[in-house]
């Protein structure tokens, strides 16, 4: 797959003297990506959700990893609890 970043900064001062400085810039980077899946049925309606990905491109590498508890409301509807660290 791949991973799209972006940022876009604005920073606007102020002076109370009257003086006024504004900048801002944006700046957007792309990453091919692999990555795995697993969804774990613990018990009832309880599932887990693990999810990793690795990959590289305009950075010099990404990854990500994402813990979930999920609750299944409904087939296509779950509500989720956990972690994601993307680095």
Do not use: C, M
């Not at 797959?1 to 940022?7: A, D, P, Q, S, Y």
């Not at 102020?14 to 969804?39: E, F, M, P, Q, T």
């Not at 509807?77 to 660290?85: D, F, I, K, M, T």
């Amino acid at each position: 797959g791949t991973r799209i970043n972006g940022l876009d900064v604005s920073l606007s001062l102020n002076g109370v003297n009257g003086g006024h400085v504004s900048k801002s810039g944006d700046d957007y980077w792309y990453d091919a990506i692999v990555g795995v899946r697993l969804r774990q049925h613990l018990s009832g309606p309880w599932f887990l959700r693990l999810t990793g990905d690795i990959g590289a491109g305009d950075s010099d590498s990404t990854w990500q990893a994402l813990g979930l508890i999920e609750y299944q409301l409904k087939d296509n509807l779950s509500l989720g609890l956990g972690y994601r660290w993307l680095d």
